[in-house]
């Protein structure tokens, strides 16, 4: 039988991607145990649901911080207190530094809601719009120094609509987001991939 994984969510607000692996890993019974939800904000809506489901939280919140280097040593500090195989990013808002991400290279993912490399950074819906792409999506990745770089786990697509707007199209990425995301991680909980030449290899 596969070792029990531990797994390390962070957030910084509504955590409806959390929510979503949370309820995943329970109904589909994953060999994964979430050990800890951390918010980089103290009122996360996402803190509330992690609470009710008796998972341990943590905050560390960056306004307590003067510099993102001792924010990041504080967060690493908290997040290795539950010792996780695998970190994941859902909806953390804070840009991480190189040594941070470095410690957690290989175990570290995040999705990110556009196809990647296209619309990095903020306001990905609006990006998609103006470029006036016809097809959109989200992408989970493993986290590399490069803001929303980083080897590709796994894509979902929407198509964009004549009459979408910026909050039309975020809705329905969310939707593949949530199907999405608990794929990935279970994949990686089940020990199915890999990392060679910079590129995801995911075995069955
Ligand atoms: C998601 O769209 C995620 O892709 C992006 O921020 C949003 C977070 O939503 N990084 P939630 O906190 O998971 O509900």
């Given at each position: ?39 980089s904000k103290a ?16 905050v560390v919140a960056n306004k307590d911080y003067p510099?993102?280097?001792q924010f990041?040593?504080a967060l ?129």
């Amino acid at each position: 039988m596969r070792a029990m994984r531990s797994i390390v969510i962070l957030i910084s607000g509504r955590g409806s991607n959390m929510q979503a692996i949370v309820r995943a890993a329970q109904t589909e019974q994953w060999s994964a145990r979430i050990a800890a939800i951390i918010s980089s904000k103290a009122d996360a809506e996402g803190l509330k649901f992690a609470a009710a489901q008796g998972i341990p939280t943590a905050v560390v919140a960056n306004k307590d911080y003067p510099d993102r280097a001792q924010f990041d040593a504080a967060l690493r500090i908290a997040i290795d207190g539950f010792s996780p195989d695998l970190v994941v990013l859902a909806g953390f808002m804070r840009i991480l530094t190189a040594p941070f991400v470095e410690h957690y290279a290989g175990r570290m993912l995040n999705i990110h809601p556009s196809l990647l490399p296209s619309f990095p950074g903020m306001a990905t819906h609006r990006q998609a719009l103006e470029a006036g792409v016809k097809v959109h999506g989200a992408t989970v990745h493993f986290v590399t120094a490069k803001l929303d770089h980083g080897p590709i786990v796994a894509q979902a697509t929407v198509p964009v609509l004549e009459n979408d707007t910026e909050q039309s199209l975020e809705q329905r990425v969310l939707i593949e987001e949530h199907q999405l995301y608990p794929r990935a991680v279970r994949w990686f909980v089940e020990d199915r991939l890999s990392i060679e030449d910079g590129r995801v290899r995911n075995s069955a």
